[in-house]
């Protein structure tokens, strides 16, 4: 596939640049910013797609295996964000573990001194196979359990029980998720001799 614009690094080059933990088919393109990369770890087959900004700073970002985090996606991962295997983020999601407090107790945004902020944190965990939809939200704490997906357009501020489709702000459970994709998941497994 012929691609006019930047280029996919490979795992070799993110080893060098600094990342402790990478496996095999991983790409990352060279338009996103990772901040922290010593604080960051990835499985095999992780691809981090263009305009992509991750930050670890202060905490974590780890990636399992089979992780897609689709064009302009935002991580923010200063408590720590986990992508557990077979997980994805569609385009313009953004991932917050932490997050200014909005109530007005105190003053806002990175530029003042840190004693003046009161941020709120909590590390965000999207299990196994769970897929978050275009331009969603998801704020610090709130974990989505194994197998949910999240429609576009959605804000996740608490965490999501297992296997359910959820959509809307803030997102509500429509309907529960089929499991099948999981005997797809066992031939992968087959096939790759995993
Ligand atoms: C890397 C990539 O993946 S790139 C592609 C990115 N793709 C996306 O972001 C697509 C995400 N998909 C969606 O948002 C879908 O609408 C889903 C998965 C949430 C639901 O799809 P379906 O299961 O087909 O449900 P359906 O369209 O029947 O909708 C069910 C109800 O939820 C509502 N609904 C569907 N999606 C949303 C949404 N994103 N936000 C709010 N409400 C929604 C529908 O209006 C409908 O409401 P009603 O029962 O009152 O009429």
Redesign the pocket.
């Known amino acids: 596939m012929k691609i006019l614009g930047g280029r996919y690094l490979t795992e070799d080059e993110l080893f060098e640049a600094g990342v402790p933990t990478v496996g095999k088919g991983v790409r990352v393109h060279s338009t996103a910013v990772l901040v922290d990369l010593e604080r960051m770890s990835f499985g095999s087959n992780v691809r981090i797609d263009p305009y992509c900004v991750i930050s670890a700073a202060g905490g974590f970002v780890r990636f399992g295996s089979y992780i897609?985090i689709?064009a302009q996606a935002v991580m923010m991962g200063g408590e720590g964000i986990e992508m557990q295997d077979f997980s994805?983020i569609?385009?313009s999601v953004c991932v917050y573990s932490v997050s200014d407090d909005y109530s007005g107790e105190t003053l806002t945004n990175p530029t003042v001194p840190r004693h003046l902020l009161k941020v709120k944190r909590g590390t965000v965990t999207l299990g196994r196979h769970v897929?978050v939809?275009?331009h969603s939200v998801v704020l610090p704490g709130a974990n989505i359990a194994e197998g949910c997906?999240?429609?576009?357009?959605?804000l996740v501020n608490e965490p999501l029980a297992p296997w359910g489709?959820y959509?809307?702000t803030p997102a509500r459970r429509?309907?529960d998720r089929s499991r099948n994709l999981l005997h797809t998941e066992r031939q992968l497994s087959a096939e790759s001799g995993a």
């Open positions: 897609h689709a994805g569609s385009q897929i939809g275009s997906a999240v429609g576009a357009l959605s489709i959509a809307g429509l309907k």
